[in-house]
């Protein structure tokens, strides 16, 4: 079975800090993706980023970076200088890799409620 | 490109009643899927359909919940009776090529 887990129920930090999020994952397959998605107070999920599991390079997106390590099963992720706009529920999720085309569900954490103040 | 579209956005009922939420996916996205959020917590699978077939419907509470995908395209998700339990959000995403558009999602309180 997989298994999320995201330790930091939730987060406070004052603008223009570092945070990092932290994700654990659990999964027998030996192909998968890992997601994080980002939860606005309006509700909507907004993908940020999708990583295969035989890709294990860091990827930084502006102020967003993540730190995949296989073999401690975490899938980290960085916001530099953090902005009050960053506040929101962040969701690490792991999905099993099928075919493309037929998708895949996905098994998300609980997330963790980031709090920028300024 | 229109994203995926989800009604009503909120929805109060007393416990024992019906109500059905719709959904309508991104275009040519041939899987679409039921996550229910409860408060607090991250999203769980209901359902997931590829085109108007049932490709999983393990977590689904089939005693109360049952979903359609006619024509492969719009879905309804409806829970008949409803318990104080069900109170949550029911997100619709569709998919293609791997990656998940979710929808702004049903808010459902049961009182």
């Known amino acids: 079975a997989q298994k999320v887990t995201q330790a930091q129920t939730e987060i406070s930090v004052v603008e223009k800090e570092d945070v990092t999020l932290d994700c654990v994952y659990e999964?027998?397959?030996?192909?998968?993706?890992l997601f994080w998605y980002k939860q606005p107070p309006s509700g909507e999920l907004v993908f940020l980023i999708r990583?295969?599991?035989?890709?294990?390079q860091n990827e930084i997106s502006g102020r967003y970076s993540w730190n995949f390590q296989k073999s401690t099963s975490s899938f980290n992720f960085t916001i530099t200088a953090s902005q009050v706009v960053d506040s929101a529920v962040y969701f690490c999720?792991?999905?099993?890799?099928?075919?493309?085309?037929?998708?895949?569900?996905?098994?998300f954490g609980e997330g963790t409620q980031l709090t920028v103040n300024p | 490109e229109a994203g995926v579209a989800q009604s009503p956005r909120y929805k109060i009922i007393e416990k024992r009643q019906s109500v059905a939420f719709w959904c309508n996916p991104i275009?040519?996205?041939?899987?679409l899927y039921w996550y229910q959020q409860i408060l607090g917590q991250g999203p769980k699978l209901l359902i997931q359909?590829?085109?108007?077939?049932?490709?999983?419907d393990s977590q689904l509470p089939k005693d109360r919940f049952s979903a359609e995908r006619l024509k492969g395209v719009d879905s309804t998700l409806k829970i008949q009776p409803a318990k104080l339990e069900d109170s949550a959000v029911y997100l619709c995403?569709?998919?293609?090529?791997?990656?998940?558009?979710f929808g702004e999602g049903s808010r459902l309180t049961v009182l």
């Open positions: 995403a569709s998919s293609s090529w791997g990656e998940l558009f």
């Open positions: 999964t027998r397959d030996t192909t998968y993706y």
């Open positions: 990583r295969n599991s035989f890709d294990e």
């Open positions: 999720a792991l999905s099993e890799a099928r075919r493309e085309t037929s998708g895949s569900r996905l098994t």
């Open positions: 275009s040519g996205h041939a899987t």
């Open positions: 359909f590829q085109n108007n077939g049932v490709v999983d």
